[in-house]
């Protein structure tokens, strides 16, 4: 009985064990979700991404900027779609299967911003992280906050907090 009751103890000893580690771990990770544009790699935070979906069918804006691909209906709720490429580097997206919507929704306003690719949750080592990225196109720098060197690849943290400051001072119809 009492090897028993030892037994059971050193079990509870590794369940507590693993249970730390699991703690230890999720303090040192840092998890956002993935996506490419003109072949880079950047991840956004979790929490600045409301749903990933795939590209509605789109009512054209009139007049809009080439940037601004249309509306749609997203479960009773406008949904306003941005070519993110083509509004931060000026070369429209081609359009792909693989294509998706980060939505994001911030106060009233619900945007889709179109990506190439979307590679799903990625989790990073914070001590993986840099501040800077030398191999940034210039017209992004403003947007990302460093990146993560993870599998011999730069993965920029990129901040829509900060791209939607921008769109507040976009007029996206031309006159």
């Given amino acids: 009985m009492a090897a028993r009751g030892f037994l ?25 979700i993935a996506f490419e544009i003109q072949g880079q790699s950047f991840v956004v935070p979790l929490g600045e ?4 979906i795939y590209c509605p069918s789109l009512t ?27 509004y931060l580097l000026k070369i429209p997206t081609k359009r792909t299967r693989q294509q998706k919507l980060l939505c994001l929704q911030h106060q009233d306003h619900y945007l889709g911003l179109m990506v ?12 993986s992280f840099f501040s ?18 993870y599998d011999q690849k730069h993965w ?3 901040l829509f907090s900060q791209l939607i400051k921008d769109f507040k001072h976009v007029n996206a119809v031309l006159s």
Avoid at 8 to 32: F, P
Avoid at 49 to 52: D, H, L, S
Wanted: charged share 20%.
């Fill in 116 to 127: 190439d690719q979307v590679l799903g949750i990625q989790h990073f080592n914070k001590q």
């Fill in 8 to 32: 059971e103890l050193l079990r509870l000893a590794r369940q507590g064990d693993k249970h730390q580690q699991a703690i230890a771990d999720s303090v040192n990770r840092w998890s956002g």
């Fill in 156 to 158: 920029h943290v990129f």
């Fill in 49 to 52: 991404v409301a749903e990933v």
């Fill in 132 to 149: 800077s990225a030398s191999d940034l196109n210039q017209s992004l720098e403003k947007y990302c906050s460093g990146y993560f060197n």
């Fill in 60 to 86: 054209p804006i009139p007049n809009g900027e080439p940037w601004l691909e249309g509306l749609a209906n997203i479960r009773g709720q406008l949904l306003t779609v941005i070519d993110l490429q083509e």
